[in-house]
């Protein structure tokens, strides 16, 4: 990955902004653009302390996501990576491990979802590879990938549970959160 362009942090989308929902398309090609705006998201991930974060999250409709565990997961030799245009072609097991998101901040619950998982998914220079990954790698990616189909982690929980958390999103919509990365909330217009 080429890392000669000025990187630059972006504003996370929270809650609320509707680009959270859309499904974004694949990608046909990585363009400098895109290489700037991958840099972009790693750094603007690192700064907000997230090991995982989408394109959509920065309002970039692109199925593109940047997955960094490489402090948290014992995994030294893991490098941050790029995932583009990502699909399971296998999974195994179920298990339920808390999430959080930087779009949903100081919201966490536990999630039910594959144990396991295969990808096969395009690098940055648009060679399909293939990737089978558990633990919190396995995790990360799943999570990642509900937002490039316009999917929160709270919409895998229980009426009674969302119930429970609506005065917290509410105040996360209105942009009523004590987090120290820069944000914005896009209730009708979105970049693309
Ligand atoms: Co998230």
Redesign the pocket.
Known sequence: MKTEFDVSLLPIYLYGSEVLKKKAPRMTEVTDDDIRLIQDMLETMHEASGIGLAAT?VGELKQLLVIDLSDSDGRTEMKPMAIINPEIIATEGMVEIEEG???IPDIREAVKRPEKITIRFHDTTMTLQELTADGMLARVIQ?EMD?LNGVL?IDHLSTAKRTFLKNKLRKIAKGEVDIDYEFVIDKKKTKR
């Open positions: 999250q998101c930087l779009s999570h937002h982690f």
